[in-house]
């Protein structure tokens, strides 16, 4: 099954800008989602389909995608960015099809 | 607005059954595929099961393949999750999950709050 990698934790102070990536097989080829959960919340959408922001989304967030690695940045961290990350695509497999998420990535600001 | 609210969940022994349900509203919940995604404590999301938008296509993650089986009823606006032989394993807060809609690809545009299972003797 497919499978997307993700670093356990990012840290970064306030101001800077966090890069969080996501590796996974042939990945340019895969629409990329990325949810931001914050303790004791539901995840919420904040990039989908590799770059693209909800309109609720600061747009200090953006997303990218290369080869085999998608990456979330974000611009000018604040204390309220800190949260787990997730990134997911959905595996087209024949025999298992399904979504599939990142580990996570623990943001510390 | 959007509202996906579950329940369902509590304390079950090992090998025993439970049915999760999520009661939809605020869209037209016959067009959207709907998901079922669990998360035990402190750890990662963990997809479950997805529906299609009319009820024909279930998928299922190995983890719960056999052991679970999820319907919806498009009349009622709910979906379900009918778990069966549970492990400890299973123990997670489990989430109701809309789909944004059109392919598998689009992303998930909403999350419930959850309901809370725990598999335990």
């Known amino acids: 099954s497919y499978v997307l990698t993700q670093p356990p934790s990012v840290s970064v102070a306030p101001g800077q800008t966090a890069r969080i990536t996501c590796g996974g097989d042939n990945l340019r080829v895969r629409d990329v989602h990325w949810y931001q959960q914050r303790p004791g919340q539901a995840p919420v959408l904040v990039i989908y389909n590799d770059k693209y922001r909800p309109s609720s989304i600061p747009d200090r967030f953006s997303g990218s995608v290369s080869g085999n690695t998608a990456t979330l940045t974000i611009n000018r961290v604040e204390a309220g960015d800190e949260a787990a990350f997730y990134c997911?695509?959905?595996?087209?497999?024949?025999?298992?099809?399904?979504?599939?998420f990142g580990g996570g990535t623990k943001l510390t600001v | 607005q959007v509202q996906l609210v579950e329940s369902g969940g509590g304390v079950v022994q090992p090998g025993k059954s439970l049915k999760l349900s999520c009661a939809a509203s605020g869209f037209t919940f016959r067009n959207f595929a709907i998901h079922w995604v669990r998360q035990s404590a402190g750890k990662g999301l963990e997809w479950v099961a997805t529906v299609s938008y009319d009820g024909r296509d279930k998928f299922y993650a190995d983890s719960v393949k056999g052991r679970c089986t999820i319907s919806r009823d498009n009349s009622r606006s709910t979906l379900s999750l009918q778990m069966y032989n549970l492990r400890v394993e299973d123990t997670a807060k489990y989430y109701c999950v809309k789909h944004t809609g059109g392919s598998y690809s689009e992303p998930i545009e909403r999350w419930g709050r959850g309901t809370l299972v725990t598999v335990s003797s």
């Open positions: 997911q695509v959905w595996d087209h497999d024949t025999h298992h099809p399904g979504v599939v």
